[in-house]
């Protein structure tokens, strides 16, 4: 309270949309739709105006519905992905650079390959850069290295998807215990008793929930998932090759494979149409994320649907209040999820079941 104090008395007079039209050499009605977050204005003119309004100390002003900036904001903010491979993460960027734009604000995108140092190294980079705040997708449940650099540094953060063990702060996801069991459920109730799973990596805490509710929910139903069963992959179509080639080449291969995300499974059923194998004639795959190509009628795959518009724009709330007002009260929120039932399961399409 103190600092903000003391910054505000050396704050320099307030700049008009005017003197920003001025310097840009375009119109006050341009700079408007820029600081609004309207189209139809170029993204080189928007970066320009953006840097020229952040260099004279531009504010632009409140109105009900909109967060009131400080001037002295750099505008941009950090996206961290595990990849840009799976299209769950470029969904989520797509929506939060849509979210951000609408309140003149651009975006960095990092990406990780899930590995520790370089996530910790991304996050170095994004404080140097002095970003107003970060969204992460790719936070790893043992190592917190780069939420505490965010966190000394004094840039806000929210975890999407994804959270740390150690460090608390704002959360946006979809309760995936509840998902994956209602998704396991699912499988059983088609009959199937050989079934193993694949998820993401352990360190995530998504995928390590979901792998946990698939187990629990089987052993429920007298159905035990081996070890050899339990396959921990990448998050893209490779990994589920991967997985699948070592699953299916098993003596004893599986009935059905429950997958942590529609990428991985849709790797398993590339892997396994490539033997000459049926889906779900000969093996019944589902997947979890819903992406829009998964649910299509190529695919046709049954899978838990994310909110992915509703997350990002969320997140982008939530960065946007703690950038606005810092706090030390963080907000847990999950959204609403659902069953699509495809055809990869076993279930006979709609259209089939229509009298």
């Known amino acids: 309270m103190e600092q903000a104090t003391a910054e505000a008395t050396v704050r320099p007079p307030k700049v008009s949309a005017a003197a ?135 840039i806000p953060y929210v975890c999407l998807s994804r959270r740390s063990d150690h460090l608390p702060g704002d959360f946006v996801g979809i309760d995936d215990d509840t998902a994956a069991a209602q998704l396991m459920q699912h499988v059983l109730g088609h009959g199937y008793r050989e079934i193993a799973t694949v998820i993401g990596p352990r360190f995530s805490t998504a995928s390590l929930a979901r792998e946990q509710a698939f187990v629990r929910t089987a052993a429920a139903a007298g159905v035990t998932i ?46 396994a149409l490539s033997l000459g194998l049926r889906i779900p004639e000969d093996l019944a795959v589902v997947g979890s994320d819903g992406l829009p190509h998964s649910r299509s009628a190529l695919v046709g795959l049954t899978t838990i649907v994310q909110p992915v518009q509703e997350m990002a724009e969320r997140a982008f709330e939530l960065l946007l209040g703690q950038i606005t007002h810092p706090s030390n009260n963080f907000t847990q929120t999950l959204c609403e999820h659902r069953l699509h039932i495809g055809r990869t399961c076993g279930c006979r399409p709609a259209a089939a079941r229509r009298p």
């Open 20 to 154: 920003v039209a001025r310097a840009c050499g375009v119109s006050p009605a341009t700079v408007s739709y820029v600081m609004n977050g309207k189209a139809g204005v170029s993204p080189e003119t928007r970066r320009h105006i953006i840097k020229i309004a952040n260099e004279l100390g531009f504010r632009p002003n409140g109105h009900s519905g909109q967060h009131s900036l400080d001037p002295h904001l750099n505008r941009v903010i950090g996206l961290i992905l595990p990849n840009i491979v799976n299209h769950m993460y470029t969904g989520w960027a797509e929506n939060i650079i849509s979210a951000t734009a609408r309140d003149g604000f651009e975006v960095f995108v990092a990406t990780t390959q899930d590995n520790a140092d370089t996530l910790a190294q991304v996050a170095a980079t994004l404080a140097a850069r002095q970003v107003d705040g970060v969204i992460i997708a790719a936070a790893l449940r043992e190592d917190s290295r780069a939420l505490r650099t965010l966190r000394q540094r004094r």
């Open 226 to 271: 081996s070890g050899e069963r339990k396959i921990s992959t990448r998050l893209h179509r490779d990994g589920g090759r991967v997985a699948a080639d070592k699953l299916l080449a098993a003596a004893n291969p599986p009935r059905a494979i429950v997958c942590g995300s529609d990428e991985i499974a849709i790797g398993v059923m590339e892997h």
